[in-house]
């Protein structure tokens, strides 16, 4: 349980049966992070689908087990043209979403340009640009490698910021980020906002769609 006042601590996953980022992050309550672990888990292919979730389930399973996350945030997935990729993506959010109920970690999923925006400002950025912003943010030596490792850190660091620190951001029920009013009162009147805000709120808007 976590202690009042305490950091944060979140498992974020960008699935994927190829790919899978897993990475584990502290996040104070002045919104400053530290990295626990990271890393890319996955499997080729030739092989069946069973034994590569498996790759997934136990990677993820001992991650829970040794770091004890308070909240798991997952990527969530857009229809694609690539049916076996989306295929593929969803069994592997499926296999991490089960892992962590079995420990009654609650899960929150988050779209791409709602991670873009409030690690970068831009929900529309690339992957050097989160590369770029995560080893600042988190004040790391080296940027983090592949783009998948950038992909989990960056979204558990927007999970944290998006309400995951003071107990919002979260509906377990439907396993999606909470679609509420924009957190800018002044949305409707958009040039008085900044850049930041700005993208903040075209991403809020695209993940409600």
Not at 11 to 40: E, F, M, W, Y
Not at 188 to 195: A, D, F, I, R
Request: some cysteine; glycine content about 8%; aromatic content about 2%.
């Amino acid at each position: 349980m976590r202690e009042p006042g305490s950091p944060l601590r979140v498992i974020a996953v960008d699935p994927g049966l190829t790919r899978c980022g897993l990475a584990v992050v502290d996040i104070a309550q002045n919104r400053s992070a530290t990295l626990v672990d990271v890393k890319v888990v996955g499997s080729a292919n030739t092989e069946t689908i069973g034994n590569r979730l498996a790759v997934i389930d136990q990677a993820v399973e001992s991650m829970l087990d040794q770091y004890a996350p308070h909240h798991m945030a997952v990527e969530r997935m857009f229809a694609q043209n690539n049916t076996p990729t989306v295929i593929g993506t969803a069994q592997a959010s499926g296999v991490v979403i089960a892992a962590a109920a079995r420990r009654s970690v609650p899960v929150a999923l988050h779209t791409p340009s709602e991670v873009k925006a409030a690690v970068t400002g831009n929900g529309n950025a690339d992957k050097n640009q989160i590369t770029s912003m995560v080893t600042r943010i988190l004040r790391l030596a080296e940027p983090p490698r592949p783009a998948d490792a950038a992909d989990a850190i960056a979204l558990a660091v927007a999970h944290a910021w998006r309400g995951g620190l003071y107990g919002r951001g979260l509906d377990t029920g439907k396993l999606t980020s909470r679609r509420t009013s924009s957190k800018f009162p002044t949305a409707n009147k958009t040039g008085s906002l900044t850049p930041a805000q700005q993208a903040w709120l075209a991403a809020e808007k695209r993940g409600s769609r």
